[in-house]
């Protein structure tokens, strides 16, 4: 955990969900995930964009990083371009929104190290109860959009294969198709639910 200053407590103010406590439940945990976490608590944290991609960031990049790397990554993603084409307002209104709000309530639920002094972020010892609500598998998106994809690629297959043969008719073919998207698409919500129960309940 990083040292704070009394200047550094009054810049906290600025956050609009300042008043919300975030701190830990409990008094510790042996299991080495750092102090147990309500989920009031993750989900204090995890409802805002930029605090998951901080978390999503750390893990990409194999920590620490540095606060400035970091707002350029997260300013980039909002503004949808690149790195080199941010413009140094864009930057610094992630950096110190980062600085004086998000990491600082990050590093008091442990979910960061925050270190001011030098600049540099790392995971904390309760990131792990954190993990299991951020998205860090994307190829699991990739997979679902093959899935439909062919789902789709099928369904066209088989309506022109009856065009040609009039085997079956189109009502039945269209009740067909419509029950292996409904069955995929319940398939998909399991999946994400069972991986990620807070999805629902967070901004995107």
């Not at 503004?79 to 307002?89: C, I, K, M, V």
């Not at 994307?138 to 994809?149: F, I, V």
Request: proline share 4%; charged share 20%; net charge negative.
């Amino acid at each position: 955990m990083s040292t704070k200053t009394p200047n550094d407590t009054q810049s906290q103010s600025v956050e609009d969900d300042s008043s919300t406590d975030v701190g830990v439940d409990g008094d510790g945990s042996d299991d080495g995930v750092g102090p147990a976490l309500g989920p009031d608590r993750i989900f204090e944290v995890l409802k805002n964009q930029r605090r998951r991609r901080t978390l999503q960031y750390l893990v990409e990049r194999d920590n620490p990083v540095t606060i400035g790397a970091l707002a350029e990554h997260i300013a980039a993603l909002e503004n949808d371009t690149t790195e080199s084409a941010l413009t140094s307002r864009e930057r610094k209104r992630v950096y110190v929104g980062l600085y004086q709000c998000h990491l600082p309530k990050m590093d008091d639920t442990g979910a960061v190290e925050f270190n001011k002094a030098r600049g540099t972020i790392s995971l904390g010892p309760t990131f792990q109860q954190f993990e299991p609500y951020l998205n860090l598998d994307g190829d699991d998106a990739d997979a679902w959009a093959h899935y439909y994809l062919l789902l789709t690629g099928a369904s066209g297959v088989i309506f022109g294969a009856n065009t040609l043969f009039a085997g079956i008719s189109s009502a039945q073919l269209f009740t067909g198709v419509l029950v292996g998207f409904v069955v995929l698409s319940i398939m998909h919500l399991y999946k994400t639910t069972e991986h990620h129960p807070l999805s629902g309940f967070i901004d995107r």
